[in-house]
């Protein structure tokens, strides 16, 4: 069974940054998807980015050119930079991967609110 543990997720100011971390009790070179995923209050849930086994990264719309996803290996953890917060990036935050099967962490919280 594969875990993953979210962190990082706070209260932060508009305009401003954070960065969440997601490790994995597993080597990554097991999955050939990571990537985080949000969910609002109301609102379905929504990839944000996410990396595979050779390095491809994709990223959702309203996020382009703000966050960037990238992985230590050594560490077993996926990362999730996030620039130029908006009030709109409000959402719990999963971190995903995959391989035969999907698995999920628990979430973290992000808060963009002056």
């Known amino acids: 069974q594969v875990q993953l543990v979210e962190s990082g997720g706070t209260l932060v100011q508009p305009g401003g940054s954070l960065r969440l971390s997601c490790a994995a009790s597993t080597a990554l070179i097991r999955f050939s998807t990571m990537g985080w995923y949000r969910q609002a209050p109301g609102k379905e849930r929504e990839l944000v980015a996410s990396t595979t086994r050779g390095g491809s990264t994709k990223y959702g719309d309203s996020v382009k050119g703000r966050f960037s996803i990238f992985k230590d290996t050594a560490k077993r953890t996926v990362y999730l930079e996030m620039n130029n917060l908006r009030p709109e990036d409000t959402a719990m935050y999963y971190c995903?991967?995959?391989?035969?099967?999907?698995?999920w962490g628990q979430g973290t919280q992000v808060t963009v609110s002056s």
């Open positions: 995903n991967v995959e391989d035969h099967d999907t698995y």
